[in-house]
């Protein structure tokens, strides 16, 4: 019975995850379009989502490097660096 409540929180897991980079590279594409209203609110959901997946994700820690570095770029208004991290390295972090 474990096993299968293992596994059942494996895919949910999972999904986050997919959902996540999905949210993320949509994110992403919404900033480099011009879309700066829609693309921040966007990019409200991708932390709310991103949140509680650090808690339990083993690349977290480095994760948790870059973010800074998002931040950054969102507080500086450099549309096309959040997108990069947004589009590249967010998602390849997720999966690894």
Excluded at 18 to 34: D, H, Q, V, W, Y
């Amino acid at each position: 019975m474990k096993t299968n409540q293992h596994n059942n929180h494996g895919s949910n897991a999972d999904a986050a995850k997919n959902e996540l980079s999905t949210l993320c590279i949509s994110t992403a594409i919404k900033f480099r379009l011009g879309q700066e209203a829609s693309a921040s609110q966007q990019f409200r959901e991708c932390i709310n989502l991103l949140e509680p997946l650090l808690e339990n994700h083993h690349n977290a820690v480095n994760i948790m490097k870059i973010l800074p570095e998002i931040l950054a770029s969102q507080e500086k208004h450099d549309w096309i660096c959040l997108a990069d991290y947004l589009e590249y390295e967010l998602p390849i972090l997720l999966k690894n």
